[in-house]
Each structure stands twice: as C-alpha cells, then as structure tokens.
C-alpha cells in the first residue's frame, strides 16, 4: 500500500476529480482531501492510496507537474506525520491578545 501526496491543488478540486487522475494508472483505494478544522474548506491537498506499489510510483511520475483544474500538482509519496504539534499549551495561539506583558529593557540615559 503506497499513500501518494497531492498539492498545490485548487480549492474547487474534489476527491472525484483527484480519483479520475490516478485511476487509469492503477487501482485507487482512498481518497482524501484536506479541509481546514475550524472553516471546513479544501486546504489544497489530498492524500490519495494505491494497493500497488508499481503503479503507484507510474502515476507519481506521470502526475506531478501537471495541470489540474488551472494549478501545477505536486505529487510524490506521503511522508509520515511528525510527533508533536496539537494545540498551543494554555489555549494561547500566536494572535492572541491575552499575552502577558513583555518587560521593559529600555535604559534610562541620566
């Protein structure tokens, strides 16, 4: 089982149009698209599953580059997911303004 990359996808792609590429390469198990958590709108990738190695590795190679629905696609194998990320710690994300004051380092010149 080989899980594809696809990027750089335009916003009104779906996962039909992504399934049509890749299916005269190979069988297509699953496909996804990406969609932002909070919005719930396509973020511009998907991840896309192939039973079959050998296929897989044509349709990375035939795809990428491409021109879908007015974008350049970027397609190669899925790297894992790194450990970590999640929520910031104390519910704080980098645009609130709940932020503790920062200290005064100026110098007075006497």
Known sequence: ????????????????????????????????????RDTGQPRGL???EMANDAEAAKAMAALNGEDVDGKTVAVNEAR?????????????DRFSRDLPPRPDNRQILT
């Open 46 to 48: 998907a991840f896309v």
């Open 80 to 92: 894992p997911k790194k450990a970590g990320g999640g929520p910031r710690p104390n519910n704080r």
């Open 1 to 36: 089982m080989k899980n594809i990359y696809v990027g750089n996808l335009s916003f009104s792609t779906t996962e039909q149009t992504v399934r049509s590429l890749f299916e005269p390469f190979g069988t297509v198990g699953r496909v996804s698209i990406v969609s932002d």
